[in-house]
């Protein structure tokens, strides 16, 4: 009667199961009694249902004593709930044993993790997924890696956050292949942030197409960051309209990016007012890169004191570029010092163009050996200029005598490969110099390339040196050129040079208006002597 009964009630009979289930009970069957309770609980007789877990546990079912204690603490008696569940998680019943870590954790009390772990070991995803957690929260390395056993465990039975999460963990490792099967698996059950990830994974593959689709699905089950994603990628190919829908669907999600990202488009857009409210209210949110857009924003409004309030909003929440800005608008003031500080603050977290400030004011104070320390971290952080900084501070300190010091070994100085670094990004200044120390080793290859470079993005002194080379290689009508083109940009020493061309040529005229050029622009010792070269020309002119 009672193996009838139960398979009826699975069945969802009810009324055939439980005329079988009550004669099975009375005749002493405690399983019976548990499952006429679980019929009970289905038809709405929770107290009655109780009365029969209690007779079915105290003959020890296990199964009972775990219905029994959940009933108690849906009722809120945890002292009773926890009773019984200690009686069947001792009984080694998996839901007990579930149940009771669950109690515990809630409680703060000690034991959880024992109790999920007993779980977990007979199968149950869940504890598995809740004791991965906790092993993860010690942060260990031992804990790591025991986690990640359960996760393993847990999204292998089918628990998508376990998968997610596992996905998270062999991402961050490198491991791109198999953490895009696990958040597959995890967006095929329904995770929205593994469907988000997904995208993410597949858009850095190069599969622009793909990621939409995981992004289209994970929004529309309400993440935001995926529908701030999909508004990015529209917002890239020019579909501004797509873009902002995308983005409003953030914001509805609730995730203040979708407001800074809207305002970001209504800026590139020329729509200044909407960018502002749009700012406005991420910023208001706490979003700190939107207080920092705002106050850029009122900054180039000219609203300066409308601006710093914001500025400082956004540094004191973490924005190192708000940090930054707040460095620009103290200099604007005339406030070095306070400049000094903000500066500081970007450059000590990582931003390379405030390292740079504090490196230069630091040599301005004389200090070059702090200056150094500040230079390498803007130029090790990507500051082109930071880099030719920091190659002319050392070589400057190479030049330096030092006593006792040791003949120099040939090869290239530090220097040179920070001059390179910035010559390499289209840093003319860069490229002379570099041009310089090619030609002081007597590489005139390489010294015409980097002159060339400087000179053909408009460094008259790279157009100046490059003419210098191509005379001494006997190439005067090609320098001849590039003078004209470093003198007609301002370069004094360029139309001095052209002025002696001219004058070697016979051309007397020429070389008077070269020398006009060359005192008008100077320096001094470039104008006397252009003034001397004008005088002999007009006498031999009037002989």
């Known amino acids: 009667m009672s193996v009838l009964g139960a398979q009826l009630l699975r069945r969802g009979d009810l009324d055939a ?10 005749a ?3 399983a019976a009694a548990n499952n006429l309770g679980v019929l009970l609980h289905q038809r709405g007789y929770p107290d009655e249902a109780a009365g029969w877990w209690r007779v079915a546990a105290v003959a020890g079912s296990a199964a009972a004593a775990h219905a029994l204690g959940r009933h108690h603490r849906e009722r809120g008696d945890e002292p009773a709930a926890h009773y019984w569940l200690v009686q069947s998680a001792e009984s ?17 009390e000690e034991g959880a993790r024992d109790w999920f772990r007993a779980a977990a070991e007979q199968g149950h995803r869940e504890a598995a997924y809740r004791l991965a957690k906790i092993t993860e929260d010690r942060g260990d390395e031992g804990g790591r890696k025991e986690a990640e056993q359960w996760y393993r465990q ?9 998968a997610l999460r596992l996905g998270t963990i062999l991402e961050r490792r490198g491991e791109l292949r198999e953490a895009g099967r696990w958040y597959l698996t995890s967006a095929k059950d329904g995770e929205s942030r593994a469907a988000c990830a997904l995208g993410f994974l597949l858009r850095d593959a190069g599969d622009e197409d793909g990621a939409a689709e995981w992004w289209r699905r994970a929004a529309e089950g309400g993440d935001g960051n995926a529908a701030n994603a999909l508004g990015a990628l529209h917002a890239s190919r020019g579909e501004r309209q797509t873009a902002e829908r995308w983005y409003r669907a953030a914001l509805d999600a609730g995730d203040d990016n979708g407001a800074f990202n809207l305002g970001l488009l209504c800026s590139a857009q020329g729509r200044t007012a909407q960018a502002e409210q749009w700012y406005r209210r991420a910023a208001y949110a706490g979003h700190h890169e939107a207080a920092n857009a705002l106050a850029v924003l009122l900054l180039q409004r000219g609203d300066a004191d409308g601006a710093e309030p914001w500025f400082s909003k956004a540094a004191e929440a973490g924005s190192v570029d708000a940090a930054f800005n707040l460095g620009i608008l103290h200099v604007g003031r005339g406030d070095d010092q306070g400049a000094r500080i903000w500066y500081g603050r970007a450059a000590d977290d990582g931003h390379a163009e405030a390292a740079l400030q504090v490196g230069l004011a630091l040599q301005r104070d004389g200090d070059d050996h702090a200056a150094e320390r500040y230079l390498r971290r803007a130029a090790g952080g990507g500051s082109i200029e930071g880099a030719f900084r920091l190659g002319v501070l050392l070589e400057q300190q190479a ?6 010091s040791a003949d120099v070994l040939p090869g290239r100085d530090e220097y040179e490969e920070w001059y390179e670094r910035a010559a390499e990004q289209g840093h003319r200044r860069a490229q002379v110099r570099l041009g310089m120390c090619a030609s002081a080793r007597g590489d005139v290859v390489d010294a015409a390339r980097w002159y060339r470079a400087a000179a053909e993005g408009g460094s008259p002194n790279g157009a100046f040196n490059l003419g210098l080379l191509l005379a001494r290689e006997g190439g005067e009508p090609e320098a001849a050129l590039w003078w004209t083109r470093a003198a007609e940009a301002g370069h004094g020493r360029a139309a001095l040079r052209l002025a002696l061309v001219a004058a070697r040529r016979g051309e007397l005229a020429e070389g008077r208006r070269w020398c006009a050029r060359a005192v008008e622009l100077g320096p001094e010792e470039v104008a006397e002597r252009a003034a001397r070269l004008a005088d002999a020309l007009a006498d031999e002119l009037s002989a």
Not at 399 to 404: A, I, N
């Open 17 to 26: 199961a439980e005329p079988k289930l009550r004669a099975a009970t009375a």
């Open 154 to 162: 847990a999204a292998a039975r089918g628990h998508r956050r376990a």
């Open 399 to 404: 030049q330096e005598p030092r006593e006792g």
């Open 92 to 108: 080694g019943h998996a839901l007990g044993a579930y149940a009771l870590a669950d109690l515990l954790a809630h409680r703060g």
């Open 28 to 30: 002493g069957d405690r």
